[in-house]
């Protein structure tokens, strides 16, 4: 069994567990439970802000930001294959009635800075107020650098605009950047923040956590979150046992994230190796560079298509999507790590697709 679908089929561990159940509770929309409390001010203390809110996903911490940050009528500047913008239900537009102002991504992962500043709204009737940048950090597990982080705080300061970071996966961001920068991942994570109104960030991903995002910003924003997160059905009662989970993973679970990230190139290398080596698939794999935690490897959609159930026979689950490019039609397979694929799961993968090549030829 090797899940590779997505970082959030992680299940507590034992320790994560008896941490939970040890919990001390009390009832945090009178906020007065104490381990929420606790999660709260460590994560805060981290990542450089004065204050943080636990609420029960990462597209409510992101709609609680936005709809913190903007007024009805206001618009957001997203990319167009931002997680806010085109995996959030449109919850912005629905639910906070904000116009969103999608942006191409460049090849790496970020927002060219000229189109950012070309899509904000001069003050004029006919527009929308521009109001704030929203940008994510890592992104289809690719990292966008401190350098680019600053400069995007920057410009939105310039122009008196809100910025968010949409971290669901900020920390694998962190790990990946940390030692070109000659910093702790914790330390590297705040770094990256530094500028930034507010920052979201997903407990039940790669760190590990059944449930649970954080919302991080000043203590006024985070007030003005305090409603929104109501309204929205977000304040939940002896959340302690959910929150202990969150402090077990900020504790433990940051650093390991790099094991993650060498399965994930190990996987890359591995299946690059076989498509270079085995005449079935030679030409009709490839392997897209890997940063982080995820892998996308391209394959001719026929094969693709004896290649998934073949593996879902052996237990390996894994999502794609189909898409046409000038070689023909393609399915893009995602491939996650996270700490529920070992190294030895990520070989025995490799070798299941050493013997379908043998076998469909
Ligand atoms: C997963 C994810 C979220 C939020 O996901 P939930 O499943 O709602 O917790 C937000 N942004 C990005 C980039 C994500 O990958």
Known sequence: ???????????????????????????DVFNDDPTTLELQHYAADMLGFEAALFAPSGTQTNLIAMMSHCQRGDEAIVGQQWHTYKWEGGGMAVLGSIQPQPLELQSDGTLALSDIAAAIKPDDPHFARTRLIVIENSVGGKVLPLGYMRDVAALAKDKGLACHIDGARLMNAAVALAPQHN???????????????????????????PVG?????????IARAKRVRKMLGGGMRQTGMLAAAGLYALE??????ADDHAN???LAD??????????????KLTALPVQTN???????LQLAEKLLPYLAERGIKLTGSNYQSVNGSIKRL????HLDISREDVDQALQHISAFAAEVN
């Open 252 to 257: 433990n679970n940051i650093n390991r994230l």
């Open 1 to 27: 069994m090797a899940d590779f679908r997505s970082d959030t089929v992680t299940q507590p561990s034992v320790a994560m567990k008896q941490r939970m159940l040890n919990a001390a509770l009390g009832d």
């Open 270 to 283: 591995g299946l690059t190796h076989l498509a270079q080596q085995l005449p079935a698939l030679q030409g």
């Open 183 to 209: 910093l702790t991942p914790q330390k590297m994570a705040r770094e990256l923040c530094k500028g930034y109104d507010s920052v979201s960030l997903c407990l039940s991903k790669g760190l590990g956590c």
């Open 294 to 300: 995820i892998l996308f490897t391209d394959v001719e």
């Open 213 to 221: 995002s954080l919302l991080l910003g000043s203590h006024a924003f």
């Open 264 to 266: 994930c190139r190990r």
């Open 334 to 337: 995602r491939w996650v790590c």
